[in-house]
């Protein structure tokens, strides 16, 4: 007998479980141990699944401590074990789930010191990154004066963090995504480096360290890897299609003692190619020997109609599956032609008046494209008829330039050999510019590593800063009071200096500082600074601070496909489905369209009701595209690839009536 099976024995199907399951949705609960993928439909209920395997995982025995749940956002994680709670009542406080960044964080939190970091490190943002990686480019520039043409930071960084997704060598990175570099190979390793040691002399990390140094942990100490594996008898993993080759392998050592490994996705939902992951993850975990495949493929999302449109567009090379309808019939999805991407904002505003008169909320209703520039026209129009909106393509909240700001105050607190955020904080002040600002942080970490104090307010002392009387008196009185509620700290930056100097320095400096103040609000939730700061910067949804009162709010959704995955809507209108916007033209040019089927699928899967897809009889919107071959090639245009008889096909006229 098996140890995996222990918990199976003389143990009768639950009624909560057949109450709640369809007999798909059963057998994969009841069934899944060892190593099993769930082949999960889109709308076929992959979260319930989650959910009461959890539930059922709990009812055989099993501690909450002793099961992993990995998903690819933080709110998902939050749902499922909200949603398991209330079917089993149970306190889950003490069971790991979250992002792959919150699980790798939670261990290195542990052992951070056997990797030469100390437990207490700070997690740099992208842009933070993005400053340090220059520091280190300038550094290695200065001993070679001769490169007077050099990669941009956001190009070494994109290199950089693909390198560690693949966990492929930096060669074989430039020959897979940018071959045009490989003259900088040397300088592009010797940049990284600098900026590795940097990030260890500044006790810091990024985002894919948390990753790679997680993988380091394991390799070079097989100990923790055990201890760390031996918690954890069952492994379940959400979105395992969007997974990379770390998170493979990082999924395969928390397995690797009890070798309950449970895999939920659907390859034909793979869209992150860009960050390493790749669709065939579904294929070649199936294929291993000794796995069980377990389909789920009822779709509760979409009417009958659409459903039947989803099922004739599956993309190429996809794990075969047919959705089965489960909703009552209601009407066919339209595909609609425009001239110009003029009249397809004019053909969206109708749309959405004809909604609305029909009873349909704004926030029913969500407008999805390929990329953002996509949006621009359409935006201008919703504008001008006075049509609400909100975008989820753009800056997120913590990146704006005011709340980095008062971050940087909370991060030096934290940790005060974060440089980047000395430097951000000491030049808002007069008479502090980068020079001054890079003096003083030296002077201070010199003060903390000789350990002469460990005082930080008594080395502030012996620094420059005691000239820059502002700075110096907010900083030590900030010192003083770090150990309070991170909202109590976050007041005493704001009222001591920031509202006046955002005031002086911000034309928008209201809406800011009400930002701000909401900062605050949000603060107050949390029972010490340094769990704010790790719970803020491992959030990939800290974009919307208010998330139940932005959900209120009666607005139209603009968002791209990638945004859009995981959400559903009554109305979806996708626009702009021309061969170069979508499929994108540089898949076109290099002839990789495997992707750009998925996103089409993802778009049209979002659908509960109905379904417009517009496209201009003039083609792309792209002015370097316009006149190519390429894009005037049928074999490129997704609506070609549809049957006539599962769609209502429309066309605009020169007055903008639909007919």
């Not at 098996?2 to 009624?15: L, T």
Request: glycine share 4%.
């Amino acid at each position: 007998m098996k140890k995996e099976d222990y918990f199976y024995i003389e143990k009768e199907i639950p009624s909560f479980l057949k109450k709640a399951l369809d007999e798909e949705q059963l057998e994969a609960v009841i069934n899944s141990n060892g190593r099993s993928i769930i082949v999960a439909g889109p709308g076929s209920g992959k979260t319930r699944v989650i959910t009461y395997k959890i539930a059922y995982l709990l009812y055989l025995g099993l501690k909450p401590e002793n099961i992993l749940l990995v998903t690819f956002t933080r709110a998902a994680a939050k749902q499922m074990i909200e949603r398991v709670k209330n079917v089993t009542n149970r306190d889950m406080s003490s069971m790991l789930a979250g992002t792959f960044h919150h699980v790798c964080n939670t261990i290195l939190r542990r052992y951070a010191a056997l990797l030469d970091f100390k437990n207490d490190y700070s997690i740099l943002d992208k842009e933070d990154s993005k400053d340090l990686l220059r520091i280190a480019k300038n550094e290695y520039m200065r001993e070679s004066s001769d490169k007077y043409k050099f990669p941009k930071e956001d190009v070494i960084m994109k290199v950089i963090s693909y390198t560690c997704n693949t966990l492929n060598s930096l060669r074989e990175t430039l020959l897979d995504i940018a071959p045009y570099l490989l003259e900088f190979e040397n300088d592009i390793e010797q940049i990284w480096g600098i900026y590795s040691q940097l990030k260890k002399d500044m006790n810091v990390m990024d985002y894919d360290d948390l990753l790679v140094n997680t993988l380091m942990l394991f390799h070079t100490h097989p100990d923790i890897l055990k201890k760390v594996s031996e918690q954890f008898q069952y492994v379940l993993v959400d979105e395992f299609q969007d997974t990379n080759k770390i998170q493979i392998e990082l999924i395969k050592a928390f397995s690797s003692v009890h070798g309950n490994l449970i895999v939920v996705g659907d390859d034909s939902q793979s869209i992150y190619s860009f960050r390493g992951a790749h669709f065939k993850n579904i294929k070649d975990f199936i294929d291993k020997e000794g796995t069980k495949i377990f389909k789920i493929q009822t779709n509760y999302r979409s009417t009958p109609e659409i459903v039947n449109f989803i099922n004739n567009m599956l993309p190429s090379n996809s794990v075969p599956k047919t959705l089965k309808p489960k909703r009552k019939g209601y009407i066919k999805p339209f595909v609609i032609e425009t001239f110009d991407d003029l009249e397809q904002a004019d053909a969206v505003v109708q749309i959405i008046k004809n909604k609305l008169e029909e009873g349909i909320n704004y926030k029913d209703i969500a407008i999805l494209y390929r990329s953002h520039s996509l949006s621009m026209v359409i935006q201008q129009k919703l504008d001008t008829v006075g049509i609400p909106y909100r975008i989820l393509s753009g800056l997120r909240f913590i990146e704006t330039r005011h709340i980095k700001d008062v971050l940087g105050f909370l991060k030096v607190l934290n940790n005060p050999l974060d440089k980047i955020s000395w430097i951000r904080i000491l030049k808002l002040f007069p008479g502090i510019g980068t020079k001054t600002a890079s003096k003083i942080y030296n002077e201070i970490e010199k003060g903390i590593n000789s350990g002469q104090s460990k005082n930080i307010e008594e080395i502030l002392t012996k620094t420059q800063l005691i000239r820059f009387t502002t700075p110096f008196e907010l900083l030590k009185k900030l010192y003083i009071n770090m150990d309070k509620n991170p909202s109590e700290i976050i007041d005493y930056i704001y009222k001591d200096y920031y509202e006046e100097y955002s005031l002086l320095t911000f034309s928008d400096a209201k809406s800011r500082n009400m930002d701000i103040e909401r900062f605050s609000e949000i603060a107050s939730r949390y029972p010490s600074l340094s769990s704010f700061l790790e719970d803020l910067t491992l959030s990939e949804d800290i974009g919307i601070m208010n998330v139940e009162k932005e959900e209120e709010r009666d607005t139209i959704t603009l968002t791209t496909i990638h945004g859009a995955k995981g959400l559903e809507w009554k109305v979806v209108i996708l626009i702009s489905v021309n061969p170069g916007d979508l499929p994108n033209g540089l898949a076109i040019k290099d002839k990789k369209l495997d992707e750009e089927e998925r996103l089409f699928y993802v778009a049209i899967t979002r659908a509960k009701d109905e379904l417009y897809i517009l496209k201009q009889l003039s083609g792309t919107s792209n002015p370097f595209m316009k006149n190519s071959i390429y894009f005037v090639n049928k074999e490129y245009d997704f609506i070609e690839k549809i049957p006539d008889d599962i769609i209502n096909r429309v066309r605009v006229n020169y007055k903008n009536d639909i007919y």
